[in-house]
């Protein structure tokens, strides 16, 4: 128990030193991994992400990281973290075209996690992605 404890707060202090210095994404290895599920995620607008866009880290032992945290762990622990296996949901977007990219980077059962996907606006992304890049609540 305090080896997984203390696996997770070095995995967590590895992220949070990776944000503090400007990364745009905590850059873990196989080897500093530890257990538990995170991801940061951020949302950019236009068709390329800067380097410098805000995001959270999304982690879910105990969820937390953005206001539907709990919902976002949970429809990520049912495809496993693959976000591109979220399932589409039912939704009337506007034809607007203002296009978000979202980024995640991180890990998920052991396993890394990088997905990257430009759509033509927001509401498009929410009904794709579900809760996972819902940064503003």
């Not at 939704?91 to 997905?115: L, Q, S």
């Amino acid at each position: 128990m305090t080896r997984c404890i203390t696996a997770v707060r070095g995995t967590l202090l590895t992220a949070a030193a990776a944000l503090a210095l400007g990364a745009a994404a905590p850059q873990a290895t196989a080897q500093d991994s530890g257990p538990g599920n995170w991801l940061f995620v951020t949302v950019t607008r236009g068709e390329t992400p800067h380097s410098e866009a805000p995001g959270r880290l999304l982690l879910c032992d105990p969820p937390q990281g953005h206001g539907k945290a709990a919902e976002a762990c949970e429809q990520l622990d049912r495809v496993g973290g693959d976000i591109g296996r979220l399932r589409q949901k039912d939704a009337f977007c506007p034809m607007i075209y203002a296009p978000v990219t979202a980024h995640a980077r991180g890990w998920w059962n052991g396993r890394p996690v990088e997905y990257r996907e430009t759509f033509s606006n927001g509401c498009g992304m929410s009904a794709r992605t579900g809760a996972v890049f819902a940064l503003d609540g």
